[in-house]
């Protein structure tokens, strides 16, 4: 809830960890923030390339709770479909 808004910024970091459980949770817990996590769309976007396929699913899914936002990720979430 409106309590973890504050820490968004770290569980973003954790969209770089070299454990896929890990990325695959930030990216889950930053679609449940709404507009607070649009400022890290862009990280979430970089998972869209991420070498573990749920982690992959779980940023396109992120995305597209953001609906304009996501716009600027519209290329990267494209080239997902063969997935």
Known sequence: GEAAEPHLGAIAERL???????????CEILGKHG?????????????????EWRVRLAAC????????????????????LSD
């Not at 995305?63 to 290329?75: D, I, Q, T, Y």
């Open 16 to 26: 770089a960890d070299d454990s896929w459980e890990i990325r695959n949770m930030a």
């Open 61 to 80: 899914e992120v995305l597209g709770k953001h609906g304009e936002a996501a716009v600027p990720h519209l290329g990267a979430l494209a080239q997902c």
């Open 35 to 51: 507009e607070a996590a649009e400022p890290h769309l862009g990280a979430v976007a970089e998972r869209l390339a991420d070498d």
